[in-house]
């Protein structure tokens, strides 16, 4: 019997069915080798569909094999393409950074919905990250001005980049420092957003190994409750919005209650509506400044 034939189609199909008899979902099996090929081939996922025919070299082959192996052993894709798409554009991540999810673009919309009709508005972004959620902003309103903060020098390491790539850098301001201990006295936003670490120990231990052992703990770890956050949000938020800012905090699907209760301790906080992801799960809690 003839040897295969390993055409970009091939390669794609023996994949997709080895990880979905893994346990994982076909369409999320298809994308990941569709990513995997792509970063070996060095080309765009959407090229591999005109390619399909195409024999990639030896030495493709060898990279696009070593990626596999490292996926099955548990490492996320986006850290090992260093990449992953958030609101329409293309964002570094490394191992120093959680990977922005879908679920988060549900905040950026609100905020912008909400900053429409606002003239150079100022907006603080909680625990940034990759900066997917200040850079989005930036990008779509392109008078705001963005102040992202993270504790983690690494994480805004990236997050600068990304904003460099993005072209938004002149109008953004990157501060190191644990929440609105890194602003300067006196700062007023028209807007906060966050998603803030909101991962109990228990809730930690139930992640995908792929999450738990590889994505940032410190990103991940809400203390004892998974609200500690959000207290210390809601206690300073006041302070920090401008009349009529408003503030927009991701959260986990089942912290709803938790943390309008969080917010309505504050006499100076009018409670909102809670958002819904494309799940239909609660997924952004939102207050206003009286």
């Given amino acids: 019997m003839a040897d295969p034939v390993w055409t970009i189609r091939a390669l794609l199909t023996w994949t997709t069915e080895f ?3 893994k346990g994982a979902a076909a369409a999320t099996a298809r994308l990941e080798s569709q990513l995997l090929l792509a970063h070996a081939l060095r080309c765009k996922k959407v090229d591999l569909l ?4 195409e024999v990639p070299r030896d ?5 696009f094999r070593e990626l596999f192996k490292r996926r099955l052993e548990g490492f996320p894709v986006a850290y090992l393409v260093g990449s992953r798409e ?5 964002f570094e991540v490394t191992p120093a950074v959680l990977v922005p999810r879908p679920e988060t673009e549900t905040l950026v919309a609100e905020a912008l919905e909400r900053l429409k009709s606002r003239t150079t508005p100022m907006v603080l972004d909680l625990c940034t990250g990759s900066g997917c959620i200040a850079i989005s902003i930036a990008h779509q309103k392109t008078d705001a001005r963005v102040t992202a903060t993270d504790v983690s020098p690494d994480a805004l390491d990236v997050a600068k980049r990304n904003a460099r790539r993005h072209g938004v850098e002149p109008r953004m301001h990157f501060r190191q420092g644990d929440l609105f201990a890194a602003l300067p006295a006196g700062s007023l936003f028209d807007a906060i957003v966050s998603n803030p670490p909101y991962v109990t120990p228990g809730e930690l231990a139930t992640l995908a190994p792929d999450v738990r052992e590889h994505e ?4 991940l770890d809400g203390g004892p409750d998974g609200l500690a956050f959000y207290r210390r949000i809601a206690a300073e938020a006041e302070k920090y919005l401008a009349p009529g800012g408003f503030v927009l905090l991701e959260i986990g699907s089942t912290q709803e209650e ?3 209760a969080l917010l309505a301790e504050q006499p100076g906080l009018e409670v909102g509506k809670t958002l819904k992801d494309a799940a239909g799960l609660p997924r952004v809690a939102t207050a206003k400044r009286r």
């Avoid at 005109?50 to 025919?53: A, G, H, I, L, T």
């Avoid at 030495?59 to 990279?63: L, V, Y």
């Avoid at 958030?86 to 293309?90: A, D, G, N, Q, S």
């Avoid at 940032?216 to 990103?219: D, E």
């Fill in 19 to 21: 990880l979905t008899k």
């Fill in 50 to 53: 005109v390619r399909y025919d």
């Fill in 59 to 63: 030495d493709q082959r060898a990279a």
């Fill in 86 to 90: 958030f609101y329409l554009l293309e």
């Fill in 216 to 219: 940032p703990r410190l990103a």
């Fill in 258 to 260: 938790a943390v309008k």
